[in-house]
């Protein structure tokens, strides 16, 4: 018989939160990660000598309530829910930035006091409606045939919620729910730096741009988010990335969890239907009656599975799943912080985007249509040093950022292609902080394609899939799969690429564990 | 291409709208033969419905040789030393169990367990097998043949095929110097040399008679028939059309995809696809080999209590074909409907295949009743038939088992 009642495959966040929450419920539980240490996405690493940074991941805006408290997170190292949230800042080569106080811009600074008024409506009206589709994204998603009756009773809720809105107001949330990002900005706002903002976080790690049909569910993910319990709150993590997987790995190893890391699974072995066993790279065989894949459903199905367990039609849809990133990280090693343009120097612990308006942030993506980069990319950037500054030298810096747009099937290629973009990101930087560049001690650039190595995400896709209409519910990663089951007994994901998508938040691990656990979603 | 064609040199390059009917390669044979000129359409091939007398062209089959073209037959070459573990995730039965040189007939499904098609498969060594079936199925198959080591190609055009069907058709291939083939069993394949390249036979058919399938390169599919029909003059091998064919097929108890079932990719209503238990194939559905398309949705079907349909054969009274009758239990409830039926010369029967629903579809039930609607110079006689489910084939032949088979 095996030790184990489950297998996790997979270290990630996910992968971790999953076996924390089998493991509080009795299940012996093993975690295989293929890589040297856990944490997947989520981890913090040395990219230049001293200088430590959060690999993938840098923010922190989604992680659910639940799982901070079910894991007792903050009890395992979780910084404390207490800190101030960082602003969000629109930057601008001209010198006057626009600053987002608070969660997700209570007020603005910089704004003029019309748009001011007018951003309080318009954010009012985002958060209500993003509070309408948050429960859809925290339980498990409705399925179309035979539902049970919780499930019923839960998409019953979101009807209700619906109908609590008032005639009017859900007449207007269906109305814009699967509109683009730029027209539904257009309509409430004028500042183009704000609607620029917006436009960045609806399509950031999307395939979209702001004039993308259906965009504006984007920034809706985005918002359904919350930190410290207020919505649209986030924050950059001391210590990295690693200090959040990092908590949730004491969680799952305080629960029992027992974690093996460069245990790399090359398949996962099926019998009648039914996953029977992990088999690792060294040909160790992992039997358990559970096996649970936080890791990319396409691997997982295509590579560890395999095509002949499974039915061809499948196959196909598994195939299908588009996951192409067009997303890169910038670390820059600076010898001193740097100074943006009208930035004060106190802001700098803020999350810095550069997205001058809707129209730039259109005309960065027009390119990556076509298999090319933007000459003039889109960036969220984070200066994790300035609050930590354990993760630089004394009096250095570490600059982390999220680029757009760079496709990850480059039509030059990426060897070609890396040092122009490096470029073409550098002057983006250096026209916002003048002088950066002679600051620049070393600097490293992840392409999708280097994502997709190191992290072992497919086409460099943080969220293992598109998170579109399209693959989102039911519908991710594809029906056959959805809702964590797939079609071997035994077998479940828990990864990003299932419901509700990517970002730091545990939630298909938790879910995923529920589902095996058949607990019942409240 | 920088510049637009023009209309003239455009028309030149797309000729196949003057003929929209491919020609069969013993098309020559063929046209020389039909005196009815009674063509039909399979499968994009101008092929014949009747030769020259539909009654005459059926007793061929059943007492000489019938020559029946099968080249418009879709044809798949798979091959590689995936092949097998590829098809044996495709299809319903386990290939593991097909000898190289044996041939069976077998089905595949989709996801949900609907039959996407019926057709034979043949073993033509061990990682070389040929597929005949009735639809086309290219995309699927090469979807299906991602993670094996195996290459699926359309043979259709490329491989003329026929089939000798009928008592004397062993002498017409003894007489015609195919020596061995008597020691030929059912299901069996052997190569005999022919104009200094190959003919793959295999003793198959379609008829429940004694018979042979015959496979040649398109070139050589003339000068197979010529010798074929040089050596059966005096054993009476006569060419046949599709008409005859299917009263034989009738018998025997073979059903037809898109006649007695709708196959999945064509059924346009959600009600009409059927799974393998619903049209008699239960048979091949193998359980203990490993994975293939749509066990588990067959394995839900029939745990959730079987599918809501079977296919049967039924014995109908009177001697007015029940084509396409609406069958009745109690002459009131209706439960299914007549897919094919011929009056069996055979038989000496009134037989017909018929789909119902489950509960009524057991052998031996009867209070079953077809209603048969028979033109009779423009006025409609209403009969009310009774029928009862009988086992299928409805005739058994024991040549077709024979080996050696009788000579003539």
Redesign the interface.
């Known amino acids: 018989m095996s030790d184990f009642d489950a297998v996790v495959i997979g270290g990630g966040h996910n992968g971790l939160v999953c076996a924390a929450f089998l493991a509080k419920a009795g299940r012996k539980v093993v975690v295989l990660e293929a890589a040297g240490e856990t944490g997947g996405g989520g981890h913090t690493r040395e990219f230049a000598p001293d200088f430590r940074v959060s690999a993938l991941a840098h923010i922190v805006n989604r992680l659910h309530p639940e799982v901070v408290r079910a894991l007792e997170l903050e009890r395992h190292g979780l910084a404390a829910s207490s800190v101030r949230q960082p602003a969000s800042v629109a930057l601008s080569a001209a010198g006057d930035p626009l600053v987002l106080e608070g969660a997700y811009g209570e007020t603005l600074q910089g704004a003029a006091p019309a748009e001011q008024a007018a951003w309080t409506e318009v954010r009012a009206q985002l958060f209500r409606y993003a509070g309408i589709l948050k429960p859809l994204l925290a339980r498990r998603p409705p399925s179309l045939g035979g539902m049970a009756l919780t499930e019923a009773a839960g998409l019953a809720m979101t009807g209700l919620s619906l109908k609590r809105l008032g005639r009017e107001d859900m007449r207007d949330f269906l109305r814009v729910l699967l509109m683009n990002v730029a027209d539904f900005a257009d309509e409430g706002l004028s500042d183009p730096r704000l609607k620029g903002l917006l436009a960045f976080d609806a399509v950031l790690g999307s395939h979209m741009g702001p004039r993308s049909p259906t965009s504006l569910l984007g920034l809706y993910y985005r918002l359904t988010g919350e930190h410290a319990a207020v919505a649209g709150g986030q924050m950059i993590p001391a210590g990295g990335m690693a200090a959040v997987t990092g908590a949730i790995r004491k969680a799952a190893e305080a629960a029992g969890v027992t974690i093996r890391t460069a245990a790399e699974v090359s398949s996962i072995e ?1 019998r ?2 039914r996953a029977t066993a992990a088999v690792l790279a060294g040909g160790e065989r992992i039997a358990a009656g559970t096996i649970i894949s936080a890791i990319n459903p396409r691997t997982t199905f ?1 590579d560890l599975v ?11 849809r598994i ?1 299908n799943i588009r996951m192409k990133g067009d997303a890169a990280k910038l670390h820059l090693a600076l010898d001193r912080a740097p100074e943006f343009t009208g930035l004060p120097l106190d802001r700098r612990n803020a999350r810095l985007v550069i997205a001058p308006s809707p129209d730039h942030v259109e005309r960065a993506f027009n390119p990556a249509k076509y298999g090319e980069f933007s000459p003039e990319p889109v960036m969220e950037i984070v200066l994790p040093s300035i609050n930590d500054p354990s993760l630089a030298p004394a009096g250095a810096c570490v600059l982390s950022a999220v680029v757009q747009y760079a496709p990850y099937a480059l039509k030059e290629g990426w060897q070609v292609g890396k040092p122009r973009f490096m470029e073409a990101i550098l002057s983006v930087l250096e026209a916002h902080a003048p002088g950066i560049g002679r600051t620049i001690v070393h600097a490293e650039l992840l392409t999708p394609a280097d994502i997709e190595r190191e992290f072992r995400m497919p086409g460099g896709h943080w969220h293992h899939g598109e998170l579109q209409a399209d693959q989102m519910l039911m519908s991710r990663p594809a029906f ?1 799969a959805e809702g964590y089951d797939t ?1 071997l007994d035994g077998l479940f994901l828990a990864g990003a690429g299932s419901h509700p998508g990517g970002g730091i938040s545990g939630v298909p691990g938790m879910n995923a564990a529920k589902r095996v656990l058949g607990i019942r979603d409240r | 291409m920088s510049t637009l064609l023009d209309p003239a040199a455009r028309l030149a390059l797309q000729q196949h709208f003057r003929k929209p009917k491919l020609d069969s390669p013993f098309q020559p044979r063929l046209e020389e033969l039909s005196l009815l000129q009674d063509w039909y359409d399979w499968a994009g091939y101008k092929a014949p419905m009747s030769l020259w007398d539909e009654e005459l062209e059926y007793f061929a089959i059943r007492s000489q040789a019938a020559v029946f073209d099968i080249s418009p037959m879709v044809k798949y070459r798979i091959e590689g030393s995936g092949a097998e573990a590829f098809l044996d995730r495709v299809m319903l039965r386990d290939v593991a169990k097909l000898r190289p040189g044996r041939v069976h007939y077998t089905a595949w499904c989709d996801d949900d367990g609907h039959v996407l098609d019926d057709g034979t498969l043949f073993r033509l060594s061990p990682t070389r097998f040929r597929l005949c079936c009735q639809e086309r199925h290219l995309p699927w198959l090469l979807d299906s043949a991602l993670g094996f080591d195996v290459t699926v190609e359309e043979e259709t055009e490329a491989v003329a095929g026929l089939a000798l069907q009928g008592p004397t058709s062993w002498s017409v291939l003894d007489a015609a110097g195919f020596d061995g083939a008597e020691a030929l069993k059912p299901f069996d394949i052997a190569t005999f040399p022919h104009e200094g390249g190959e003919v793959t036979v295999s003793r198959t058919g379609f008829t429940g008679d004694l018979g042979y399938e015959l496979f040649v390169p398109v070139e050589q599919a003339l000068s197979l028939w010529d010798r074929l029909f040089a050596a059966g003059a005096l054993f009476g091998i006569r060419a046949i059309g599709y008409a005859a064919l299917n009263r034989a097929r009738i018998e025997a108890g073979l059903i037809v995809a898109n006649a007695d079932f709708v196959t999945a990719e064509h059924a346009i209503r959600a009600d009409r696809v059927r799974m393998p238990d619903e049209i008699g194939l239960s048979f091949m559905v193998d359980m203990k080999k490993g994975h293939f398309n749509g066990r588990n949705a067959i394995v839900k079907a029939r745990v959730a209590g079987g599918a809501p349909q079977v296919l049967v054969g039924l014995e109908i009274e009177g001697n007015v074909p029940a084509e396409h009758a609406l069958v009745y239990h109690g002459k009131n409830r209706e439960v299914g409907l007549v897919s094919g039926a011929i009056w069996s010369p055979l038989a000496k029967r009134n037989i017909a295949i018929a789909s119902l629903r489950r509960a009524y579809g057991e052998l031996g039930r009867d209070d079953l009743w077809v209603e048969i609607y028979a033109m009779r110079e423009l006025q409609y006689q209403k009969m009310m038939k009774r029928a009862k489910v009988v086992a299928r084939p409805f005739i058994k032949l024991e040549r077709r088992m024979a080996t050696p088979p009788g000579r003539f």
């Open positions: 099926a009648q239907g295509l395999g095509p002949s367990h499974l039915d061809t039609g499948f196959v196909r195939g056959g079609p």
